[in-house]
C-alpha cells in the first residue's frame, strides 16, 4: 500500500496547478496576469498570492505592471475588492521577504558551520 504524502492538501494544489500550465498556451506574463486578476475577483487571502510571487518574478512581472492590472479590473471588480487584494499582496510580499531573509540567514549559518569544521 502506498503511503500517505505529508501534505496532501499542498499536493493536489500543485499537480492542480502544473496540469493547468501544461494545457495553457498563454505566455508566462498574460497567465500570470490572468491569475492575479482572478485572485482579485475572488478577494482572495494573501497566501494565494504568496503562490504566485516566484512565478511573476520570473516572469519579470513589475509593480507597475501590477498596479496597471488592479487599475484595469477596479470597475470591473470594485474597489472594496482592489483594496482588499492591495493588502493582502502586502501581506504576501512581508511573508515572502521574511521567508527569503530566513532562508539567506539559514545559508549564512550554515557555510559559516562548514568553515569552522573545514
Known amino acids: 500500500m502506498a503511503t500517505a504524502p505529508e501534505t496532501p492538501v499542498l499536493d493536489t494544489i500543485a499537480a492542480m496547478t502544473i496540469d493547468s500550465i501544461?494545457?495553457?498556451?498563454?505566455d508566462e506574463r498574460t497567465l500570470i496576469l490572468s491569475r492575479v486578476a482572478a485572485l482579485v475577483a475572488m478577494d482572495a487571502p494573501a497566501v494565494s498570492y504568496l503562490a504566485h510571487i516566484n512565478p511573476a518574478v520570473?516572469?519579470?512581472f513589475t509593480v507597475e505592471q501590477l498596479q496597471d492590472l488592479l487599475v484595469a479590473i477596479a470597475p470591473v471588480v470594485g474597489t472594496a475588492r482592489v483594496m482588499s487584494a492591495a493588502g493582502h499582496i502586502a501581506q504576501a510580499f512581508g511573508v515572502a521577504l521574511a521567508l527569503a531573509d530566513s532562508e539567506a540567514e539559514a545559508?549564512?549559518?550554515a557555510e559559516a558551520d562548514r568553515r569552522t569544521t573545514s
Open 107 to 109: 545559508i549564512a549559518q
Open 22 to 26: 501544461e494545457h495553457c498556451h498563454m
Open 58 to 60: 520570473r516572469a519579470e
